[in-house]
C-alpha cells in the first residue's frame, strides 16, 4: 500500500504532536511528583512499600500469610507487583522508573486502542480524528505521566472494549471471552471496572442481531471470562479473611469521603480526606496511634462506613440525586476550573510551565504556547463534538453505538454513586473521543459536500 504526500503529512502531523504536548506534559509532572496537589504521594506511597516488601521478601506477589494485615487488600495485586518489576529491572526504586515506563507504553498503546476502536467502530477518517484528539488531550497527556494504576487498568478496558465491538460485529464468542479475559486483567489493577462485565453482557444481549442462543452464547462468555480471571482474588480474600471482602476494603471509604464533600454531609459528622477519615476512626474506636485507614481490622470498619452512609443516603435519597449529577459534570468536564474533588483534568502546555527558564522566550516559547491554545480550543469543543458524535452513530447503527455507550454510562452512574476522579474514569473519555472523532469526520465530510456542490453549480 503506498502512501500519499497528504497522509505522509497528516501522520507527521500527528507524531509531531502527539510527542510534542506528551514531552511538554511529561517534563511538568516530572517535576511535580513530590507535590501533592498535583500527584497523589500518600497513595504511591503505599505500593511503593508493597513493591519494596516484595523485592525484600516480606510480602509475597499475591498470597497473603497474615489475616490482620487488612491494609493488603485495599488494593487488588497486580500494580504493586508491576512497580517491583519496573524497580528491579530499572535499579531506580522510585516513582520516577514507574512514570518513565508507564508513559513509554501509553505513546503507543492509547493511540492504538481508541484509534482501533474507531476505526473497527466507524471509519479510518474517525481514526485519524480520533487519535489527533487524543494526542491533543491534557488529561490522557497527564496520566500517562502519572505513575499510578489508572491508566494501565485503562488499557486493558479499552482493549475489552475493541474486542466486544469485534464480537458485535462478527458474532465470534472467543472475542467475547476475550473481552471479559481483558476485564478480568483490568481489574487486578484497579477495583473500577469490576461489575463492567455485567453491563457489557446485558450489552451482548440487547444488542448482537442474531438468534437468542449466539446471543446467549457471546453475553455468558463476557461473565465468564471476567469471573475466572478474578476468581483467584475472591477465592483468596475468602481463605485469609475472616471478614470476607471480594473486591477490597474501600467502597465504605470513598462512599463516606463522598458524602465529606458536600457541606450537607459535613454537617452530619462526614468528612473528606483520608486524614481526617483516619481521625474520626481514631476518636470513634480508640485505634493506636500508627493505625491505618485500612488497618487494623480494616474490613470490618469499611463495612461500617457503607452501613452508615447508606443509612445517610436513604434519609435523603432525592439530595443525593443531585449529588451524584454534580459528580457525573465533574467527570466529564475537562474545561475551565475542574469541578471540586474531581480531580485534575491536564494541563495546558505553555512554556512557562514546561519549559526551563532560558526557554521562555523565544521562537520555541511561542510554539508550545500556540500548542496550548489549540488544546484550550479542543477541549471547550470536546463535549459538543462528543455529543454530536453520538447522534451521528446512533442515526447510522444503534446497536454499535449503543455497545459502546454501555462503558460511557458504566462510569458515569453508577461509577459517581461515590466518591470518585476523573482518572478513574479515562476509559469513559477514551470512548467519548471515538465519538468526537466521528463528530469531526461528519463535519469535515459535510464541509466537502458543500464545497462539492458549490463547484458544480459554477459549471452548470
Not at 498503546?109 to 476502536?117: A, E, K, P, T, V
Not at 474506636?285 to 445517610?312: H, K, T
Amino acid at each position: 500500500m503506498r502512501i500519499n504526500r497528504k497522509q505522509l503529512l497528516t501522520v507527521s502531523a500527528l507524531l509531531l504532536i502527539a510527542i510534542s504536548v506528551r514531552v511538554l506534559t511529561f517534563q511538568f509532572m516530572h517535576a511535580h511528583l513530590n507535590d501533592q496537589a498535583w500527584f497523589q504521594v500518600g497513595s504511591y506511597a503505599k505500593f511503593d512499600r508493597q513493591a519494596r516488601a516484595i523485592l525484600d521478601g516480606r510480602q509475597k506477589l499475591f498470597w497473603i500469610d497474615d489475616p490482620t494485615r487488612t491494609d493488603l487488600v485495599q488494593y487488588p495485586p497486580a500494580f504493586p507487583a508491576l512497580v517491583a518489576l519496573i524497580y528491579k529491572v530499572s535499579g531506580d526504586h522510585s516513582a520516577y522508573s514507574v512514570q518513565l515506563v508507564l508513559w513509554l507504553a501509553d505513546l503507543l498503546l492509547s493511540f492504538l486502542l481508541i484509534g482501533g476502536i474507531a476505526f473497527t467502530a466507524f471509519s479510518w477518517r474517525a481514526a485519524i480524528a480520533s487519535s489527533f484528539l487524543v494526542a491533543l488531550s491534557p488529561l490522557f497527556a497527564m496520566y500517562a505521566a502519572y505513575p499510578s494504576a489508572d491508566l494501565p487498568a485503562t488499557w486493558f478496558v479499552l482493549g475489552g472494549n475493541w474486542l466486544l465491538l469485534l464480537a458485535l460485529q462478527h458474532k465470534h464468542v472467543r472475542l467475547a471471552l476475550g473481552a471479559g479475559l481483558l476485564l478480568g486483567i483490568a481489574c487486578w489493577l484497579r477495583v473500577n471496572p469490576w461489575y463492567l462485565c455485567v453491563g457489557w453482557a446485558i450489552a451482548l444481549l440487547a444488542f448482537v442481531k442474531a438468534t437468542s442462543p449466539v446471543r446467549l452464547k457471546l453475553s455468558t462468555a463476557v461473565l465468564l471470562g471476567t469471573i475466572v480471571v478474578i476468581a483467584p482474588i475472591v477465592i483468596r480474600n475468602y481463605l485469609v479473611f475472616p471478614d470476607f471482602t471480594a473486591t477490597g476494603g474501600t467502597i465504605g471509604a470513598n462512599v463516606w469521603e463522598g458524602l465529606g464533600e458536600t457541606e450537607f454531609g459535613r454537617k452530619n459528622g462526614f468528612r473528606f480526606g483520608d486524614d481526617k477519615m483516619l481521625e474520626h476512626d481514631r476518636t470513634k474506636m480508640n485505634l493506636p496511634p500508627d493505625a491505618e485507614l485500612q488497618w487494623p481490622d480494616g474490613i470490618r470498619r469499611d463495612r461500617e462506613r457503607v452501613r452508615e452512609s447508606i443509612a445517610f443516603i436513604r434519609q435523603h435519597p432525592i439530595w443525593y440525586v443531585g449529588v451524584m449529577f454534580g459528580r457525573m459534570w465533574g467527570m466529564l468536564k475537562v474545561a475551565g476550573d475542574p469541578a471540586p474533588y474531581s480531580g485534575s483534568s491536564g494541563i495546558n502546555v505553555t512554556s512557562s510551565k514546561c519549559l526551563p527558564p532560558q526557554w521562555h522566550g523565544g521562537l520555541v516559547a511561542a510554539g508550545v504556547n500556540l500548542l496550548g491554545m489549540i488544546q484550550s480550543v479542543m477541549r471547550y469543543l470536546f463535549l459538543p463534538l462528543a455529543a454530536f458524535g453520538i447522534y451521528v452513530a446512533a442515526r447510522q447503527d444503534w446497536r454499535l453505538s449503543g455497545l459502546l455507550l454501555v462503558t460511557v454510562i458504566y462510569y458515569l452512574v453508577p461509577g459517581t454513586a461515590a466518591h470518585t476522579e476523573i482518572r478513574y474514569v479515562l476509559p469513559m473519555h477514551g470512548v467519548l473521543i471515538v465519538f468526537a472523532g466521528l463528530g469531526i469526520e461528519m463535519l469535515f465530510r459535510a464541509k466537502a459536500q458543500r464545497r462539492g456542490e458549490r463547484r458544480k453549480g459554477k459549471l452548470t
